[in-house]
Nanobody, 130 residues
Framework: VQLVESGGGSVQAGGSLTLSCAIS??????????TEWFRHSDGKERDAVAA???????SYANSVKGRFTISRGTTKNTVLLRMNSLKPEDTGLYYC???????????????????????WGRGTQVTVSP
């Protein structure tokens, strides 16, 4: 299973970006129990930002609630992250990760255990200037 992120870039505060995570591979036969967007900013620990479950349920970190929206694309093997009202503190490398473990399938439980995610992309950089 491979995950490839795209859509990052540089924007001013208040701007918007949409990130995309394309999931593929010979081992990919069904949607994951949970797909999560993580963010890693310089000098900070990696944060779990938003999740979508196999049942379509979603959840968000408090810091992005009301501004970010996670969804599936036109095909189930694409997960989107729409980011509005971006702030400088949203700057970071954004990764998508897929978990095929029932212990993290309940997206309402946050934050998830990163160890449950067996597949990770390489990330896409988001930079928000003041």
């Amino acid at each position: 299973v491979q995950l490839v992120e795209s859509g990052g870039g540089s924007v001013q505060a208040g701007g918007s970006l949409t990130l995309s995570c394309a999931i593929s591979g010979s081992g990919y036969t069904h949607t994951s129990d949970r797909t999560e967007w993580f963010r890693h900013s310089d000098g900070k620990e990696r944060d779990a930002v938003a999740a979508i479950g196999d049942d379509g349920g979603t959840s968000y970190a408090n810091s992005v609630k009301g501004r970010f929206t996670i969804s599936r694309g036109t095909t189930k093997n694409t997960v989107l992250l729409r980011m509005n009202s971006l702030k400088p503190e949203d700057t970071g490398l954004y990764y998508c990760a897929a978990a095929y473990e029932s212990r993290v399938a309940d997206c309402s439980r946050r934050p998830p255990d990163p160890e449950a995610f067996g597949y990770w992309g390489r990330g896409t950089q988001v930079t928000v200037s003041p």
